[in-house]
């Protein structure tokens, strides 16, 4: 089998701004008990904080990997360096070289709705209608004088979130590529969306594809063929759903027995997972 994507040991800060190291030793200063006169500052204890330790996965080709955690834990930063844009300063990573990224935060250029999605790669209709259909877009099309013709941005009609949220995934899925990363791409989304969503475009639409998913839902965790579950930085767990259920019994019973944790925000969501996961780690 060939391998879709793989780190060892990977380890990853990011550099911190002037401004913001200068605010970190004066804080550091002051609970050191040095009152940071004229004499100058003190530089002691400075380090970076790593923003992801000693991640290990493996995942073959076609295989899809959830990746769900606490917030703040790195989930987008381990998407920025599978892209290359976070350098680890640790580790090994592989995988083929084309990846196609579609960021948390959907964003839209002046233009059609189809200019957006096809991003200067040449319209392939049945490419083009399939990922379309699959992102749920054919209804809204519909609605639109021009349908997918109609302008965008200024000037234009304006989206909802869970519009532009589709059109950017969509964008995402039309680029050829070998390696998908979807940076939480249901949020905005109701439950319906998401759910058809989910399963016409990331399971079966892409079910030849490595995919990475940004997401803390079971529904999402359980059809994955890895999860990684992050926590400050550090992997809680890397492995299949039953696997977390046998590892990780307390954690799993807590969050399978949170009813209608699939149906609520995906940001609550966020906030009873990172509950969880702070219990959980305190107790261990
Ligand atoms: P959320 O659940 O809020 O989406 P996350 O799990 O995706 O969070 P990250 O966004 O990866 O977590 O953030 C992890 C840490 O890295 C945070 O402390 C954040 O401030 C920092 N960070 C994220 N992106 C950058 C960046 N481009 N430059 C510097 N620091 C960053």
């Given at each position: 089998t060939t391998v879709g994507l793989e780190m060892i040991n990977v380890s990853a800060s990011w550099d911190e701004g002037i401004v913001e190291l200068f605010e970190k030793i004066k804080r550091e200063n002051k609970a050191n008990g040095?009152?940071?006169?004229?004499?100058g500052l003190f530089f002691t204890n400075l380090y970076v904080t790593p923003v992801l330790k000693s991640i290990n996965l493996r995942l073959e080709e076609g295989m899809m990997l959830a990746v769900a955690g606490s917030t703040g834990s790195g989930k987008s930063s381990l998407l920025m360096m599978i892209l290359g844009e976070l350098v680890p300063s640790e580790g090994k990573i592989k995988h083929s070289g084309r990846v196609s990224y579609s960021p948390q935060t959907s964003w839209i250029m002046p233009g059609t709705i189809r200019d957006n999605i096809l991003f200067g790669l040449t319209y392939d209709e049945y490419r083009y209608t399939s990922i379309i259909r699959a992102c749920q877009l054919e209804e809204d099309f519909d609605?639109?004088?021009?349908?997918?013709?109609t302008p965008i941005a200024e000037g234009g009609v304006t989206l909802s979130g869970g519009q532009r949220a589709r059109i950017c995934l969509a964008r995402a899925v039309y680029k050829d590529a070998d390696l998908y990363l979807l940076d939480a791409?249901?949020?905005?989304?109701d439950i319906a969306t998401e759910k058809e969503i989910f399963d016409k475009?990331?399971?079966?639409?892409?079910?030849s594809k490595t995919r990475v998913v940004v997401t803390c839902k079971l529904e999402h965790l359980k059809r994955a063929d890895r999860i990684i579950l992050l926590h400050n930085g550090d992997c809680y767990f890397y492995g299949t759903f039953s696997e977390l259920q046998a590892q990780r019994p307390d954690f799993s019973s807590l969050l399978l027995g949170i009813e209608a944790y699939d149906n609520i925000t995906a940001e609550r969501r966020g906030s009873i997972l990172t509950e969880t996961l702070r219990r959980v780690s305190v107790d261990e």
């Open positions: 040095h009152l940071t006169g004229d004499d609605l639109l004088p021009d349908k997918d013709k791409p249901f949020t905005h989304l475009c990331v399971c079966k639409l892409m079910a």
